[in-house]
């Protein structure tokens, strides 16, 4: 008994130390907060983020850190927990006394952070994906990842290119699914596209051939569109095949990594989807602007990591670099400042695409930050 | 001063005089925040130690309860601009006539079945949370408009501090008479034995249902308070995991023990902040101090230090 309390004593007093040691070293540094989804369901955004951050932290203080200060990151994992996002958001501005933001890895996780940063007046930049975050536009809150609604925005646009004007849609239920079908009910009226037949799938579902039947019956069929996340788009893909729909098939940014074209197998020829650039840096022409960063950021995350590279990584990178821009502009460590400056950035080039910053516009980015991709021989091919 | 403590209102009050130094002692609105939270997981703890811990019937379903309570704030005023405060009663309604409903069909089951039977109930309210988009916003979560009272914006971390602190010493004033009662009597009897107590002539099956419906409420009046608190709500509150989270309080802080509740609660709530600068090992860590608590102190950790203080007195 007594030895078990000198153990949890033990342990609290080295908690304790442990604390005080993280406060100790104060004073002549900027500290830098994140809140990310580094364990849990969520944590293939998480992980690639916490490492992206700690690893590009170490590289600016090794060159000399931002004003002549060095900078000191404080990363949570909330597990993708919203609950527990808002408690670490409240410990980094009551406790750690951050001056800026970057992560919230999930939308739910950001939204209840928001309060906490709009009340204390400190920069957010949120490495999650939808809308709702920057729109309405709140004072403190900015994002970097690309919305989904531009996702939707890019692939009618090269329906239309194509002359495609009847489509069908299939999409999942689970959180992305949704919010992107949301998204593209929403704005495909624009583009003159008539959506001819609308199904749904479950996040576990295992056959999704009786929608896609539906879908191949409906009149005038010309494309498909699937909004969709995790392993029910590949599923859609093979089933696509199989019943023999010979019109182009359109998945979404969801999908765009490597596993897909692996889960999918042959039956991912052919197929569309709007990506980052990230995913084809080599494969990008010398003359493109955004080649030497996209290619800087996969090299230093491989290398550092031996992980292949991930586009939410790619956000955590936009988010720090926007940040640490706007610190040497504003030369200063005041929220506000730096908040105004975040606001002013302009023409930086980061893994998402160019993001012009305004006063209504917290995201940035334009329908150039996707890259139209065309699957082809087992690899991502570009569409332009 | 033995007879102090085995007063009923002792429990409440040394609940209320820990809520009342605790607000000295903490220095900024993160610790403040910190305690809110321990106090709302405790007033559910006590609910669902009502029924585990006296009528010794598990529920592996309870964050069920505490996602409606959580979901009423947050629709019912963004739908029907109902008061917060009336939400909140609605929540607690609702909930208290869905147990009354499913309790008796799932209390019938024994042991491993009812445990599965309540598994399966809070799935399925997680289920419709996350899926009925339109009303709840989906696995995203949606905004709970911050409560007015008189007037007054209700926000900030003390004035919830003190809130959410009053409700836990209001629910363990009435749990503590609850217990006291000849409904806690009846229930410690069918936790005994089933036989037994019916030959007793207790009905066991209203008694459980009651004690089920009591602890839904309790259930449903946290998650109502965390949903004000946070002024957002995502469907994690009412996973599984968290029905976990809220057994492995009640049975860490011990069962059958009002404190108890109290101190499961805060562990479960706190150690989590101390260990986040082990970074990697934050996980293992909470396990291993969590089997060693169960491992040391059996019978939870209230309970087993209690006994503990009064042998050594004797």
Known sequence: MTNLKTCLGGAALLAGAAMFAGTATAAETIKIGASLAVTGPASFLGDPEAKTLELYVDKINKDGGVNGKQLELIVYDDGGNANNARTFATRLVEDDGIVAMVGGSTTGATMAMVPVFEDAGIPFISLAGAVVIIDPVKEFTFKTPHTDRMACEKIFTDMKARGIAKIGMISGTGGFGKSMRDQCLDVVGSYGIEIVADETYGPKDSDMTPQLTNIKSAEGLQAVINPGFGQGPAIVTRNYRQLGIDVPLYQSHGVASKSFIDLAGDAAEGVRLPASALLVAEKLPDSDPQKAVVLGYKTAYEEATGQPVSTFGGHAYDGLMILVEAMKRAGSEDPAAIRDEIEKTSGFMGTAGVVNMSADDHLGLDLSAFRMLEIKDGDWALVE | ?314
Not at chain 2, 11 to 21: D, E, G, N, Q, Y
Not at chain 2, 70 to 88: D, I, K, N, R, T
Not at chain 2, 254 to 261: E, Q, V
């Open chain 2, 1 to 314: 001063m033995q007879a102090l403590f085995s007063h009923r209102l002792a429990v409440p009050l040394v609940i209320a005089a820990l809520v009342v130094a605790l607000s000295f002692a903490l220095p900024s609105s993160f610790y403040l925040r910190v305690a809110a939270l321990v106090w709302i997981s405790a007033i559910a703890v006590i609910g669902l130690n009502l029924l585990m811990g006296y009528a010794g019937q598990v529920s592996l379903g309870h964050a069920g309860f505490f996602g409606l309570g959580a979901y009423a704030v947050a629709v019912l005023p963004a739908q029907f601009s109902l008061h917060p405060l009336l939400a909140a009663l609605a929540g607690a309604l609702v909930c208290g006539l869905i147990a009354f409903a499913v309790g008796r069909p799932i209390l019938k089951l024994k042991g491993h079945y009812l445990a599965v039977a309540t598994l399966g109930f809070g799935i399925l309210i997680a289920m419709a949370i996350s899926n009925e988009s339109w009303l709840t916003g989906g696995p995203d979560g949606m905004p709970v408009s911050r409560m007015t009272l008189f007037g007054w914006r209700v926000r900030g971390a003390e004035t919830w501090y003190w809130i959410t602190g009053g409700l836990l010493v209001v629910g363990a004033w009435i749990a503590v008479n609850l217990v006291a009662s000849p409904t806690g009597r009846a229930l410690r009897a069918l936790h005994d034995s089933e036989v037994a107590a019916r030959v007793a002539g207790i009905d066991v099956a209203r008694y459980k249902v009651r004690v089920f419906v009591i602890s839904a409420v309790y259930a449903s009046v946290a998650g109502s308070a965390l949903a004000l608190v946070n002024g957002f709500v995502t469907p994690e509150t009412a996973n599984f995991l968290h029905s976990i989270e809220l057994v492995t309080m009640v049975v860490v802080g011990g069962m059958g023990s009002i404190l108890g509740s109290v101190a499961g609660a805060a562990i479960l709530v706190v150690l989590p902040q101390l260990l986040t600068t082990f970074h990697e090992y934050e996980h293992m860590l909470l396990g291993l101090m969590m089997m060693v608590i169960m491992i040391v102190l059996r019978s939870g950790i209230v309970p087993s230090l209690a006994a503990l203080f009064q042998r050594r007195r004797k």
